[in-house]
């Protein structure tokens, strides 16, 4: 009888450890509900859906070309990536999708995102941003300045780097602060899986 109490005892502990733990590679979870939907317009002006990037792997980050820090360190640390992927890289799409779709407009994504060649800029109307913005699962909030100006708003903004699939399917996320090499390693395990031994 104590022996039985003694493993049942184990048996709810073990569970319970596994439970904290969590998954190894919770990252990397496609259950988390991040749907690579979207409608936009891009740098060109032109309506793009995601469909139109089938075929390709992509790189997505959300941000505004307003940000005094994050975004342009990201979008510096993508297009080295890009760099990194050597001839792989035409097999990816990199989008930087803006958060702030009354100051971003594609005239102005184009000329921001010059100083980061092969990123193409998305924007919309307040509605889209939301609605993909819903889709990826990230949040993002307009924050007044301090001297009332309103024209003069930050926002704050998720900033993961998504990798999606040639259907537009979620891989993984990385953070914003991953090193150029390590991004494009990762890239390179899905453009490049290692044939099962």
């Known amino acids: ?17 596994g439970t904290a733990a969590g998954p190894t590679h919770a990252e990397d979870d496609p259950t988390r509900g991040v749907v690579g939907r979207f409608l936009l317009t891009d740098m060109n002006g032109r309506t793009v859906t995601d469909e139109a990037y089938r075929g390709s792997f992509r790189l997505v980050v959300f941000g505004y070309t307003y940000c005094p820090d994050i975004c342009p360190t990201v979008l510096g640390t993508l297009s080295v990536a890009l760099d990194h992927l050597g001839a792989e890289r035409s097999k990816v799409a990199t989008l930087f999708i803006s958060v702030d779709p009354d100051r971003d407009t594609p005239e102005h994504l184009k000329d921001y995102l010059s100083a980061f060649p092969g990123i193409t800029g998305l924007t919309g ?4 941003v939301a609605a993909v ?19 003069a708003y930050s926002v704050d903004h998720s900033s993961t780097i998504f990798i999606m699939d040639r259907a537009g399917n979620f891989l993984a996320r990385m953070p914003h ?6 991004l494009a390693e990762r890239v390179l395990s899905y453009l490049r899986p290692r044939a099962p031994e």
Request: proline content about 9%.
């Open 1 to 17: 009888m104590m022996r039985r109490s003694m493993l049942a005892v184990l048996a709810v502990l073990t569970l319970l450890l």
């Open 125 to 128: 109307t307040p509605e889209q």
């Open 133 to 151: 913005a819903r889709n990826f699962k990230i949040r993002y909030k307009k924050q007044p300045a301090e001297d009332g100006d309103p024209t």
């Open 177 to 182: 602060a991953s090193k150029p090499d390590r």
